[in-house]
């Protein structure tokens, strides 16, 4: 075996990465619009998340301390019943609108307890449950339909220029996406969020060789969700839809590249299309606990396929602002402490599910199914200007090739990333990071030094690098249809450039 | 006539406490900010600090406006000393913010000093 298959199927994996990149979002001007917040207030530069939009995040897209505003929201005092004495008669005749009876409601729509004592005219402006962030009032029907005052939808474009040292056509100028999100929460008890591919770009025909630009690669949804948000008036939030389970401290775009994924979350051993950062049709419950613990486990139904999967998350964070985006207490007076700037956190996760062909199909017997788990941690390292982050998983697949003999292949992965990120300024952040990847079918070590700019908070431009090395494992030559790794490797290396521009509107 | 003498009377107050009010506001829009005639000269350091350090990313118009209705403009939060000193903590971890911890610590006390200025 020659170096000639790997080296072809190394380009084509990078290429296909080149192609699809149409990652889930989770930063959308959608929100912006809706709050009338800057990109800033979640984001180091879009779409990579500060603190306050991880919080915002697990809020379920409800504005920092909005649900905790409406729950201690103190009802104004009653207003006096509109009430008419007709002319030469004593009865009382009542008007249509109830004010008292209508604040009620609308202090319900908000979840406002109801209190007796009247708040100050201050706290009650502030605390109003049909004011909006921003301190606008909101149309009292739209509130109490539920239904957002601006139409909660945006779109994030990307353009990329890659240079592949290895690929025929070294210089491609041509891969674009178009998404289309959309996200938001009604009355605050619940959230929804969804994203659709409505273009990425296809793979060239072969057989043309006329001047046509490429066709779309096909529209998709990749993320449409909808959370029920603090169920039974408990911090449990329900998920249910086709979602990235929570598993990793970082959702997929959560990060300075638009084009390298960390590689714990994204690769996939043998035929095996699993990945940790795949969107799943999932049920999900997830809840902050004593405002710095995180908990999330969720339940996957693959198609076709009676067994459902598993999975389950806990994070903790020391420092900083916590999952509520409450600022931690740091005494003014005192002389700057290390840990006045520092916050760590860290995650812990775990899979186990199946996949294979159908099983519930007639007809389809016996079913050859790959069973297998991923287990994962993940550190969070943030001091001022600095910040580290290190993800590390572990998987086990026990039929990766999905093996029709009876002797099914098993394979053991180890997969790790750490990245180092530096803010030079406000909109210009520099990042390295350094992978380790031994998926069972060979060894891949990748330096990705990524260079960020945003000359508007919308607009991102990406300079990145790929430098990677790969140690393929070399398969039987015995006629054997079944890929058995081997002790003997060759290294191919590949070297990757792009530079992309993202905006969202 | 009893009417517009109650009338004349309520405005001419209302002009007398807009010009008896220690803290004045000079400017419009994004020129907006304190006057610093009317910032006592302990506080001038302070108000100096801050219209150089804040404006960096955000006008002094929301700043006055946080003061002036006790509500921070953007989140519609109640703007107050428990809400100053965590937006003061916010912005000294805030990347960037190119501001120490004295440098927050004296600029809390003077928004809590206007805080107190304008209640009354």
Redesign the interface.
Known sequence: MTRKPALILCLIGSCLVQLIVVASSHAIPAFSRAYKVECSTCHTIYPELNEYGEAFLKNSYVYFGKGQKAAKAKEAPPTPKATAKPAGGTMEVKGEGDADKLSKLKGGALGAPEASAPAPAQEAAATAPDTAPGGEAKPEGLLLAAIPELLPISFTASIHATYDHNAVNELDLSTRALKLNAGGNFREKAAFFATYVAYSEGLRDNNTTTSAPLRNNGTDINELFVIWRHAFDTPINFKVGRMQPKLGLWKSNNKLSTTNSFAPYAYTVGVSEFKLEQPQDALEANAVLANRFFVAAGVVNRKDQNTKEGYGHISYKFGGADYLANEPEVDLAKEESIFDFLTVTVGAYGYYGKNGTPNTPTGVSPPIQNSYYRAGADLDILYKLFRLRVAGVLGKDDNAYLNLSSTPIELKSYVAAVEGEYTFLQNLIGALRFEYQDDGRGLVRRFIPTLAYAPLQNVKIALEYKHEIVTSYRFPSNGSSIKRPDDTAQDITNKIGTLGVTFSF | MRKLIILVTLFTLVIAAVADARIRVKGRGDRMNFDPDSIPANYRASFDLMSRKCVK?HTMERTVIAVQ???A??????FDRQAV??Y???M??K??SNM??QE??EV?ILLNYLLDENAR
């Open positions: 990313c209705t006790g509500r403009p953007i989140t519609g939060q109640p000193k965590a003061g903590i916010k000294l971890r990347p960037n120490n911890k927050i610590r809390v």
